[in-house]
């Protein structure tokens, strides 16, 4: 799922610049067991960034790169993506419930 995170970040520790990052969310797969021939594999989320803006710019290579090093934007971005599954999922259940109630 393709989404779009904005927020104030500092590359330089200093100045704060608007960060609009579009990047692919794939939820958490469940943990698996171990078996005979694996240990088993933990629970993870991806999260891959495609493109970002910088003040309405288009980020660098070099930028890019240090986001990609940026532990928190990243767990950032897996929240902002866990609540927007968790949005669409309340959407879907409120709309099933509308249909049940005027199937009625």
Do not use: W
């Amino acid at each position: 799922m393709k989404l779009t995170y904005k927020c104030t970040h500092s590359f330089d520790g200093e100045n704060e610049v608007e960060l609009e990052i579009l990047y692919e969310y794939t939820p958490p797969s469940p943990a698996r067991g171990p078996t005979y021939s694996c240990a088993g594999e933990p629970a993870y989320t991806e999260v891959e960034v495609i493109s970002m803006l910088i003040d309405g710019v288009h980020a660098t290579h070099d930028q890019l790169s240090e986001v990609d090093e940026n532990t928190r934007l990243y767990e950032e971005m897996e929240i902002n993506g866990a609540d927007c599954i968790a949005d669409e999922r309340a959407a879907a259940a409120e709309y099933r419930a509308e249909l049940r109630r005027d199937a009625e």
